[in-house]
């Protein structure tokens, strides 16, 4: 017999189809593959993702010190049946967290296994979807997808490996300028390029303006949190208007790129490996040809 399993998290809810198990219920923000977004919604933010980096930081600012981004819908998890929930510990701002998910629990009248997803690395994320296809039953078949993902980047890191090395920053939050941390930089090593501002498994960290100038990155690509392309796109003069801008490397080369941070360099899931592929093509374009157009753009922003 199949578990009910409700996913609370983009993620997880991509590990979940790539291991061929349908979730009965997952959260507001869950919408790859497309099919998952018909699924009930089992969570609610207090936060709309619209306005200017800054705004939209100072709201969350205030949401967290008013009890909490996120929210569950305890009648409709409770509808569901779940034998399985799956939870994330990495970052109570980009979904909801485990203790919320916990308490939500303790209402219902099931009392499903919780399953806590909370990976800072490339290999915790693969492992990850080993823990969940191991709590589902689909043992096999999460060692083949993560077999198949292992090999497209030790592929990609042959590739990469005789070409220049690219150093580069990539920026998850706009105002206040924030260096992308965690996977991130695996993601660019595997890529073929060099990351001067943070290291394996480091959180994502607010820096000053001046520390990213000085960093010199020779690509730069500005992928926030929750933002996809577009949303990148439309606030991308939140950096560009920036003091010093014209000056990076990156800015004369034409390597500055507004890029999906939703559904690729901050989503921890099988999508990863597709996004150390789009960096492989941002760092180096004569090698891997131009960055997918759905993913990464070239705002022209040189004044």
């Known amino acids: 017999m199949k578990p009910n399993v409700v996913s609370l998290l983009p993620s997880a809810t991509e590990m979940l189809y790539a291991i061929g198990v349908e979730p009965v219920g997952v959260s507001h923000e869950c919408d790859y593959p497309p099919e998952a977004r018909d699924k009930p919604s089992v969570t609610t933010t207090r936060v709309t993702g619209e306005g200017t980096s800054a705004e939209i930081n100072e709201k969350v600012a205030e949401a967290v010190e008013d009890g909490g981004v996120y929210g569950v819908?305890?009648?409709?998890?409770?509808?569901?049946?779940?034998?399985?929930?799956?939870?994330?510990?990495?970052?109570?701002v980009c979904a909801v967290g485990d203790d919320?998910?916990?308490?939500?629990?303790?209402?219902?009248?099931?009392?499903?296994?919780i399953v806590s997803l909370h990976s800072h690395t490339v290999d915790g994320v693969l492992d990850d979807i080993l823990t969940?296809?191991?709590?589902?039953?689909?043992?096999?078949?999460?060692r083949e997808a993560v077999e198949n993902l292992r090999g497209r980047l030790e592929s990609l890191r042959e590739r990469t490996a005789a070409l220049p090395d690219e150093r580069t920053v990539v920026l998850d939050w706009l105002d206040p300028p924030m260096v992308g941390g965690h996977w991130v930089p695996e993601l660019v090593e595997a890529a073929?390029?060099?990351?001067?501002?943070?290291s394996k498994g480091d959180e994502s960290t607010p820096r000053e303006w001046d520390e990213i100038v000085d960093a010199a990155p020779e690509t730069l690509v500005a992928a926030p949190c929750g933002f996809e392309l577009g949303q990148t796109v439309r606030n991308?003069?939140?950096?560009?208007?920036?003091?010093?801008w014209r000056a990076i490397s990156a800015v004369e080369r034409g390597r500055a790129y507004a890029a999906d941070g939703h559904?690729?360099?901050?989503?921890?899931?099988?999508?990863?490996?597709d996004t150390a592929e789009i960096l492989a093509c941002a760092l180096h374009p004569d090698e891997f040809g131009a960055p997918p157009a759905d993913a990464v753009a070239t705002p022209v922003r040189v004044r």
Do not use: H, K, M
């Not at 991308?236 to 010093?244: C, H, L, Q, S, Y």
């Not at 559904?263 to 490996?273: A, Q, S």
């Open 73 to 92: 819908d305890v009648d409709t998890l409770g509808s569901l049946e779940p034998d399985v929930v799956v939870t994330q510990g990495v970052c109570d």
């Open 100 to 113: 919320v998910v916990r308490e939500a629990v303790e209402t219902i009248d099931t009392s499903p296994e």
């Open 132 to 142: 969940v296809g191991d709590v589902v039953g689909r043992v096999e078949e999460a």
């Open 192 to 198: 073929g390029g060099t990351y001067p501002l943070a």
């Open 236 to 244: 991308f003069d939140e950096i560009a208007e920036r003091e010093g």
């Open 263 to 273: 559904n690729y360099f901050n989503r921890p899931g099988p999508r990863l490996v």
